[in-house]
């Protein structure tokens, strides 16, 4: 079973958890796909910073950005314990490499193209996806009690657009751009801020804390953003080694596709 081949589409923080729990359970042959700028704030456990900064190590587990042609089955698979990352935001290395399973990782609440023939296990990861329809079964990513179930019927739970709760704050914690624009910041990963501080600027318009606490996301500065863009987020709980680890619901919703693939393959 660990020569499974397995493509995740998107490298965010939650794609990064499943990353990391699979590396760690003995699955090498994993290939992360990932957009030429991706948009994940919490760039210090996001495997898609290689696509910026080439490679990137989190929790002593390392991605390295690699040519799309450099990746194959079987000769060409990077030898060592590096994840390969590459450009391929419509996930046409599905088709060369035809992977055993494939996971959505994507996180945009709707489905961008993953099938069910895809692979002989496809797995999509929150809302957007149908059990049975378009994948074989979708993990719940919504915090609470199903948070990291495998369903293998319906769909996970509807996105309110609101985020989860931590520290007793929701939408309080979240930065959004106030307008289309280049989003500029001096602000890093893990500084202490306080309430109604100017944290960045998109154009000429700030960019206020609503919560004190430590920047747990941020945008890289000079990034080009749409109107309500996700910038950051800040963690009431003033953790700051929060910042450089997966989190809690990172690793459950990886536990969940871990059991899915033992479900899977690991039958006698």
Same mark, same amino acid.
């Given at each position: ?7 995740m ?36 456990v ?23 042609h450099?990746v ?5 698979w ?24 494939v ?8 489905n ?12 999509g990861?929150?809302p957007g996806?149908?059990?049975g ?31 989860g ?8 914690? *979240? /930065? $959004?751009?106030?307008?289309a624009?280049?989003? @500029? %910041?001096?602000?890093?990963?893990? =500084?202490?801020?306080? &309430?109604?501080?100017?944290l ?12 004190s606490?430590?920047?747990?996301g *941020? /945008? $890289?500065?000079?990034?080009?953003v749409?109107? @309500? %863009?996700?910038?950051?987020?800040? =963690?009431?709980?003033? &953790?700051?080694?929060?910042c ?17 693939? *033992? ?5 006698i």
């Open positions: 079973m660990k020569n499974l081949t397995i493509i589409r998107g490298a965010g923080d939650l794609a990064t958890g499943v990353a990391l729990r699979l590396h760690r359970s003995g699955f090498r042959r994993l290939l992360l796909l990932e957009t030429e700028h991706p948009l994940a704030v919490r760039r210090l996001s495997f898609s910073e290689a696509i910026t900064i080439e490679k990137v190590s989190i929790e002593n587990v390392t991605a390295m950005r690699v040519n799309v450099d194959g089955i079987p000769g060409q990077p030898p060592d314990d590096t994840i390969p990352i590459i450009i391929d935001p419509s996930g046409k290395s599905i088709q060369k490499i035809q992977p055993h399973i996971i959505d990782a994507i996180i945009a609440k709707r961008l193209g993953t099938g069910i023939n895809d692979a002989e296990l496809v797995i990861l929150g996806f149908t059990a329809k378009d994948v074989n079964c979708v993990i719940e990513t919504k915090r609470g009690h199903n948070l990291g179930r495998v369903i293998y019927d319906g769909t996970a739970a509807a996105d309110t657009g609101i985020p709760n931590i520290g007793g704050y929701t939408n309080e914690r *979240l /930065l $959004r751009a106030p307008n624009g280049i989003f @500029k %910041t001096n602000f890093n990963i893990g =500084d202490k801020v306080e &309430k109604g501080e100017c960045a600027m998109v154009d000429s318009s700030p960019v206020i804390a609503n919560i606490g430590v920047i747990r *941020l /945008l $890289r500065s000079a990034t080009p749409d109107n @309500k %863009t996700k910038l950051g987020d800040i =963690d009431p709980r003033g &953790k700051v080694a929060f450089t680890t997966a989190s809690d619901k990172a690793m459950a919703v990886a536990g969940g596709v871990l059991e899915a693939i *033992l479900h899977k393959f690991n039958r």
